[in-house]
């Protein structure tokens, strides 16, 4: 079982509600939940595996035969914290209900033991038919949550119970399952994101690699779990998150001030931007003609993370990263003590890794000397590990 506590298995029938489901996946993704969508093979001719691949960032699979080596039917229904079935069909609740094992999806909710809850979608005759009402009864009277379909208009000209809910209803019924907790409400997040370039001349700068890409994940993973989000970001292509302030910044100089205006409200601040020690000590208004670009002269650039915990406050948590390629251990034990952190993330970059990627690995350091590895994961999931710890520090 995923160590996140927030995997969630999301199986589609093949019913036409199975297209509102993008949304719902969406919407989970938001939350911080890291979804696998299991369609049955009847659902594809409503919304195909390319797209859902496409959404949920995985592969999709639909019968046992696929990824056979992987023994894909055990290892998604080891790895699962839940099982989500929206749209679930009379065939389909039928099939669950009498232990049917004909499809990737029947086969994980046999193989599997953690919470699952079942969103029923048909026409209201169907939903009302002995045979479905005995077959939901049943998969009640096991634990299983099956939702009260919606009263509405369905597909054609009928109304009546057997609507599709809407997205918001489903997910506040599975947050009541999962039990999910809003832990940062309350709370104040400042965070840095991106690679920050200094200027050389109005075209060159002095930059790096960084994408930003996990100071969104953990933006977007601090929102989730109710927390007020400042995200400074420096030269990242990632959209703003609806929710997330976010102030665009380019410079060192630029990130320092912004971070500046937002400390003193911050109960955590995580430091996950690349900046860059130094920059020209001095700006050429005009483009700096080939022929003449020798040298450049530089300057260090004020140390963020020193300024910042010179002028932090009581009780607030500091979150650092470090990005190494040789003696990693050493220099994150060093750069823990210099600067004072509360925690720190190292990772490897050797040959580039990390940049740009969707997954990271390394270790979770506290300043107590406790180290906790990270094997290669989503960066959204490293994201709510160190929040988690953040927390941990905050009592």
């Not at 990627?357 to 590990?385: F, Y």
């Amino acid at each position: 079982m995923s160590k996140s506590g927030r995997e969630v298995v999301l199986g589609v029938g093949g019913g036409i509600a199975a297209y509102k489901s993008c949304d719902l996946l969406r919407r989970m993704q938001e939350q911080g939940y890291l979804v696998t969508v299991v369609p049955t093979p009847s659902s594809l001719n409503f919304v195909g595996s390319a797209t859902w691949e496409a959404l949920s960032g995985r592969a999709v699979y639909t019968q046992v035969w696929e990824n056979v080596p992987d023994v894909t039917h055990v290892q998604l229904a080891e790895h699962a914290n839940f099982f989500l079935i929206a749209p679930a069909t009379a065939d389909l609740i039928a099939r669950i209900a009498v232990g049917r094992a004909d499809d990737l999806l029947t086969n994980l909710v046999l193989a599997t033991t953690v919470p699952i809850m079942i969103v029923p979608a048909m026409h209201t005759a169907m939903w009302n038919n002995p045979a479905t009402v005995a077959n939901v009864a049943t998969l009640r009277s096991r634990g299983y949550h099956v939702m009260e379909p919606a009263v509405g208009r369905l597909t054609g000209s009928d109304s009546g119970q057997g609507r599709f809910p809407e997205t918001v209803a489903i997910l506040d019924e599975f947050e009541s399952i999962t039990k999910k907790k809003k832990d940062l409400t309350g709370r104040t997040i400042l965070i840095s994101a991106g690679g920050t370039r200094e200027p050389i001349d109005p075209v060159r700068f002095i930059g790096n690699r960084s994408s930003g890409k996990q100071g969104f994940a953990l933006a977007q993973a601090a929102l989730s779990r109710g927390a007020e989000v400042i995200l400074v970001a420096a030269n990242c292509e990632l959209s703003d998150i609806p929710g997330v302030a976010t102030i665009r910044v380019e410079s060192a100089d630029e990130m320092l001030n912004a971070l500046l205006i937002n400390l003193d409200k911050a109960d955590v601040v995580i430091m996950s931007a690349a900046v860059a020690d130094a920059k020209p000590k001095h700006f050429a208004k005009e483009k700096i003609k080939k022929a003449l670009f020798g040298s450049i002269e530089l300057e260090a650039n004020p140390d963020l993370l020193l300024t910042l915990i010179g002028k932090r406050h009581k009780g607030q948590i500091f979150v650092g990263f470090a990005a190494e390629t040789q003696e990693h251990m050493i220099s994150a034990k060093a750069k823990i003590e210099k600067k004072d952190l509360d925690l720190l993330y190292l990772n490897d970059v050797s040959g580039g890794a990390i940049f740009g990627s969707d997954s990271t690995s390394g270790s979770i350091l506290a300043r107590n000397g406790e180290i906790i590895p990270v094997d290669e994961m989503s960066k959204d999931t490293l994201s709510h590990l160190l929040l988690d710890q953040a927390l941990h520090k905050l009592g």
